[in-house]
DNA sequence: CTGGATGTCACTTTTATTATAACAGCATAT
DNA sequence: ATATGCTGTTATAATAAAAGTGACATCCAG
């Protein structure tokens, strides 16, 4: 696994959040969840913190959403997560004395944004509550709230 | 990783065989635009063979599109370099035991699958004549196809 | 035949991403 | 105040996906 998983690891964080309010949550907590170690997950809280999805008290483990899952977007969360990093490339590399080779990657620019543009579209339409609500029908409602202290 | 180009790049060279029609192309003509050795053009080239957009004969270097530029779609060229492989990735190393790991990742694949939806559609509406239209404004109407042989 | 190019495979190199260790800073409790 | 536990951050290592590359059998044209 060495594709990027930030994203989805971003909105599992903000969902285990969500889901255990006024819980006790430390990174290690999380970091069992995600599977990964806590390290890994204050770097995520990091970036949620920048693009002020979450807020948190240093030595306090007790995170808490900035705002209520109805109002966080998946495009938010993807911006915090890798800001205007598109999600898909093109060859910088390519030879620049060929008017070929940099003009058809300029004109590919175009149509790329047009695409992320449909993808960002999207994302802005998904929030963070529609995510919980359908985990709950995943998960058969709340069967795994219990045991957390 | 690295950032993926393979699109990038097997556009470029479906560009270029279509901005130069009956000349003597051979892989290593195309790496030079491309910027890259040929044994790599001759991958891409593979997989866009195997995607029924481009045809050649063994020893001979004079690849040829399979049909016209305004019969090939951004999505045409995405499933032959990519397949079925998203373009968001979900975190599939979640602790099994975790309700909330497991199910939220399956709640966001329903929604990743809605994204990439979106971005195919855009890619299907992009032919690689608009890529190419695009391209003679960009570079000032073809003033770079002469010089071959 | 000979020369040149393709098609394919195996291997190497590069580098984005995750993993992890270390530690200063802050909160809480005793 | 001190001890303890957690956070926030940085630096570094490990991992793995992608491109880069060499080799060679195969095929075409002259």
Redesign the interface.
């Given at each position: 696994?060495?594709?990027?998983?930030k994203?989805?690891?971003a909105?599992?964080v903000l969902?285990?959040l969500a889901?255990h309010p006024g819980v006790c949550l430390t990174s290690q907590r999380i970091a069992?969840?995600?599977?990964?170690n806590p390290a890994y997950i204050r770097q995520l809280m990091s970036a949620l913190r920048r693009g002020e999805l979450l807020t948190s008290v240093r030595g306090h483990p007790h995170p808490t959403l900035s705002r209520e899952p109805g109002r966080i977007t998946?495009l938010d969360v993807y911006r915090a997560m890798e800001g205007e990093k598109p999600?898909?490339?093109?060859?910088t590399?390519?030879?620049p004395d060929?008017?070929?080779?940099v003009?058809?990657?300029?004109?590919?620019r175009?149509?790329y944004d047009?695409?992320q543009r449909?993808?960002e579209?999207?994302?802005a339409a998904?929030t963070l509550q529609?995510?919980?609500d359908?985990?709950r029908?995943?998960?058969g409602i709340s069967?795994?709230e219990e045991g957390l202290s």
């Open positions: 696994m060495k594709y990027p998983t994203l989805s690891d909105v599992h969902a285990f889901l069992e969840s995600v599977q990964t998946l999600i898909l490339h093109q060859d590399h390519t030879n060929c008017g070929v080779g003009n058809i990657q300029l004109a590919l175009d149509y047009e695409i449909a993808a579209a999207r994302m998904i529609d995510i919980i359908t985990y029908q995943k998960a069967s795994d």
